[in-house]
Nanobody, 115 residues
Framework: QVQLVESGGGLVQPGGSLRLSCAAS????????MSWYRQAPGKERELVAQ????????NYADSVKGRFTISRDNAKSTLYLQMNSLKSEDTAVYYC????????WGQGTQVTVSS
């Protein structure tokens, strides 16, 4: 069955960096565009970044543009999110996602930016 397993979250100080990973299985990873979403406490889930099947096109939320980089390794069926210059407002649970008739989500990984 389809599985998306996020990892790499944690506690980091403002200005720091983290790299999130999403290990995919149970489907043809290279056949789908992939996305990262996040949900902060008391807020709706929001789109952070998207990447096309080959990685040729990426899109970012304005709030993370220039600080976050989405990438993928189709040989490893893994999606990444490099997060630099982290801010307190980046604190959230981060989820990877794709659509195939319906939305598929991982369990999420917590990112906390705090001094």
């Amino acid at each position: 069955q389809v599985q998306l397993v996020e990892s790499g979250g944690g506690l980091v100080q403002p200005g720091g960096s983290l790299r999130l990973s999403c290990a995919a299985s149970g489907f043809t990873f290279s056949g789908y565009s992939m996305s990262w979403y996040r949900q902060a406490p008391g807020k709706e889930r929001e789109l952070v970044a998207q990447i096309t099947r080959t990685g040729g096109i990426t899109n970012y939320a304005d709030s993370v543009k220039g600080r976050f980089t989405i990438s993928r390794d189709n040989a490893k069926s893994t999606l990444y999110l490099q997060m630099n210059s982290l801010k307190s407002e980046d604190t959230a649970v981060y989820y990877c996602n794709f659509y195939s008739s319906r939305a598929y989500w991982g369990q999420g990984t917590q990112v906390t930016v705090s001094s």
